[in-house]
């Protein structure tokens, strides 16, 4: 039989192989964007006064926007690369950390939410990278509810005094986001648990893949795993 016959290990012919993707894409470059802008939004809300709250809660938002782009960029584009799957959720998880704890070293946050909060994140980060060679565990509504009602609560504290709403609003939406953060936090462990356990088809089922193995669309982040 020919070396280049099909069943060889060949390429069926006519089709290539993908190029992969490169460091330097879109993606990334939005995902080094929001780690840069953790000091300049630090820097703003330390800086005090309404127009450096109102800066700074503009570059929260920004930031938090790139979070929503590179991964849905990186997913569509086929920009997924091992950079982007160590350095998005360390964005992530830098940004939401220095909002917290200096909204704590303001004063304006009680130190206990912001320890079980981060807390809770960098646990799973942690996990995350413990079962990656296992699989990826599809995203879950609730996971995408926390990221929202984080981003939203930390949006209200950040506003200046004289644009904020009665304080127990912003305290109810952090509440509630704190209820979420980590009750999606043990339904993680749980799936972790399952997926590190489990045979090839829980597996399977974590990664949110099909019997043929098309994976499903569960990562979130810069290619990175799903924040359940």
């Known amino acids: 039989?020919?070396?280049?016959?099909?069943?060889?290990?060949?390429?069926?012919?006519?089709r290539t192989s993908p190029p992969l993707p490169g460091l330097v894409n879109i993606a990334n470059v939005l995902t080094v964007v929001r780690i840069l802008l953790v000091p300049v939004f630090v820097v703003c809300l330390f800086a005090g006064g309404t127009g450096w709250r109102l800066a700074a809660l503009a570059t929260f938002v920004v930031a938090s926007v790139t979070d929503l782009l590179d991964g849905r960029l990186a997913r569509s584009r086929g920009l997924v690369t091992d950079f982007g799957k160590i350095a998005d959720p360390i964005a992530d998880k830098a940004l939401t950390g220095a909002a917290l704890i200096s909204l704590t070293v303001l004063g304006e946050l009680p130190g206990w939410v912001t320890a079980l909060i981060l807390i809770r994140e960098v646990g799973v980060t942690v996990l995350r990278f413990v079962v990656i060679r296992r699989g990826v565990i599809a995203a879950s509504q609730g996971g995408k509810l926390k990221t929202l009602l984080q981003v939203a609560a930390i949006c209200l504290y950040i506003l200046p005094a004289s644009l904020s709403p009665?304080?127990?609003v912003r305290e109810v939406v952090m509440a509630v986001a704190v209820v979420v953060t980590l009750v999606t936090g043990v339904d993680y462990v749980v799936r972790a648990v399952r997926l590190y356990r489990g045979p090839a088809g829980a597996r399977s089922a974590a990664n949110g893949t099909s019997g043929n193995g098309t994976a499903a669309n569960g990562t979130s982040g810069n290619g990175g795993g799903a924040d359940g």
């Open 166 to 168: 009665p304080a127990w």
């Open 1 to 14: 039989m020919p070396a280049d016959a099909p069943g060889q290990g060949s390429s069926p012919p006519g």
